[in-house]
């Protein structure tokens, strides 16, 4: 169907696009509960871990990161982020996608064989 046909050139568009996204700023703040105290501390020394470690390996990220613990029942996450790209990208991506999609399409329809009667 029309899905499966677009799916590829949709991927490569995205793909295109992705390459040239700025993050401006990424904000992760993370307050964790799992109902067990020693599971909180653990979980919380894991997500503390892993966003250094991302923030280690990215340093120009803006990434402001906080990962607490709270004992109240009360596990929560907010992931916030401001990413930008040029408008010429966006259309790039829609010609790069128009081009794909259309050239899948031909090949779909001169690779037919057509029925005798």
Do not use: H, Q
């Amino acid at each position: 169907g029309s899905r499966r046909e677009a799916a590829k050139p949709l991927r490569r568009a995205a793909f295109f696009l992705m390459k040239r996204v700025r993050a401006d700023r990424l904000e992760a703040d993370i307050n964790v509960d799992t109902g067990d105290a020693c599971g909180t501390a653990l979980l919380t020394a894991l997500l503390g871990a892993a966003l250094s470690a991302l923030a280690a390996a990215y340093p120009a990220a803006p990434l402001k990161r906080r990962v607490s613990c709270s004992f109240r029942g009360e596990g929560a996450a907010r992931l916030m982020g401001i990413f930008s790209t040029r408008a010429g990208y966006i259309m790039l991506a829609a010609l790069v996608f128009g081009r794909d999609y259309c050239f899948g399409r031909i090949r779909a329809w001169t690779n037919t064989p057509s029925k005798t009667s």
